[in-house]
């Protein structure tokens, strides 16, 4: 897990080291989710769609965290710290963990301390086009280096190896606990509401990462079960889908019609839900991740353009994602048990292309607010 903080240090990243290794952390244990499912099924002896309910809670309470943390709380190094132990806490937990139902409240706990976590990463660069690339360039480099890594440890054992890493991982942020001396304290003043045209950004971060959830929480079951996918290819996939994402998330220029790539991620998801070879699953899953991080930082970008204090909606973005996440492993799991795995890729494309359309009309229309 150190290779993710050397490829920071190569990327000439200006944010703070404790917060990217922070979110580097984070992404790690988000990337675990489609890649152990089938694993967390098997070892739990439950059906897919259950099994998903894990990263329901997981995502649920990384809701609450985001949500709440810039209203109760100022950015602080404590908090910093104390997210950190919880989510190391949880993880080796949940690496122990021996009943599902248990299992399931330990990723909520896991959610919290990741949801605060992104908070005081995003609150810091909310706005800034510069440094908000080097926070959202952090999810592709981890996913690049640790998708193999979690690969290799199913092929060796199960999903436990992956939770114990992470569980070590979670420490290592705390070398560099960054100073928020100075920084944006949303909870010192009275937050703002959203105007219409930034709530409706915040609608459509939330229905891009609702069907896209939906879908690619499943992506590991559907590759592994119906398309014959072996789990080290299954990890290579999703290096790739990384990779793939590194020039999109780190571009430093405008980036308008935020809305067109988010319907390109839903075509992909639509794709995802019908393959039938292995060799398919490759370029879906890599312009999935171009298209993806193309598509979210451009959004962040018009939603500061488009608020009154653009602080007060970096932690309602995160959150507004965060449900979404939450609930699309539910609204897939639901789809997979009555219908199919391609009646999952059309749901949940028709989700994300909503949210796409919300986004490009904000883009036509006059500021305001």
Do not use: H
Not at 82 to 106: K, M, Q, Y
Not at 164 to 184: D, Q, Y
Not at 206 to 216: C, H, N, R, Y
Not at 321 to 331: D, N
């Amino acid at each position: 897990m150190q290779a993710p903080l050397r490829l920071l240090r190569v990327a000439r990243l200006g944010a703070a080291p404790g917060l990217l290794a922070a979110t580097a952390v984070s992404t790690a244990v988000f990337a675990a989710t489609p890649i152990s499912l089938s694993s967390i099924a098997d070892r739990f002896d439950v059906g897919a769609g259950t099994a998903g309910l894990f990263s329901a809670a997981q995502l649920g309470m990384f809701v609450v965290g985001s949500w709440t943390a810039g209203r109760f709380t100022a950015p602080s190094g404590r908090a910093f710290r104390l997210a950190l132990l919880i989510l190391a806490a949880a993880n080796l937990a949940s690496a122990l963990s021996d009943t599902f139902a248990l299992f399931v409240v330990l990723r909520g706990f896991a959610g919290l301390a990741l949801g605060t976590l992104t908070w005081l990463a995003w609150s810091q660069v909310f706005g800034d086009e510069d440094r908000q690339g080097d926070i959202a360039v952090v999810g592709p480099i981890t996913g690049v280096v640790v998708s193999p890594v979690f690969g290799l440890l199913l092929e060796a054992g199960d999903d436990r190896t992956i939770f114990a890493l992470l569980a070590a991982a979670s420490l290592v942020p705390l070398l560099w606990t960054p100073s928020f001396e100075g920084a944006n304290t949303v909870a010192d003043a009275e937050r703002s509401k959203a105007v219409p045209q930034a709530l409706a950004l915040v609608v459509a971060l939330t229905l891009m990462t609702l069907g896209g959830s939906a879908v690619f929480v499943f992506g590991g079951v559907i590759l592994i079960d119906e398309v014959g996918v072996g789990a080290g290819t299954l990890s290579l996939i999703y290096a790739a889908n990384a990779l793939a994402s590194i020039p999109s998330a780190r571009w430093r220029g405008r980036r308008p019609l935020a809305g067109l790539w988010i319907v390109l991620t839903g075509l992909c998801a639509l794709a995802l839900g019908f393959l039938t070879e292995p060799w398919m699953a490759w370029p879906v899953l890599i312009v999935w991740g171009f298209a993806f991080w193309a598509a979210i930082p451009g959004v962040f970008s018009l939603l500061a353009a488009r608020s009154a204090n653009p602080a007060d909606r970096a932690g309602d973005a995160q959150a507004a994602m965060a449900a979404g996440r939450a609930a699309g492993p539910l609204v897939g799991g639901a789809v997979v048990s009555a219908w199919s795995f391609g009646g999952l890729g059309v749901v949940g494309a028709g989700i994300m292309m909503a949210g796409g359309a919300v986004a490009l009309t904000v883009e036509r229309l006059r500021p305001t607010g």
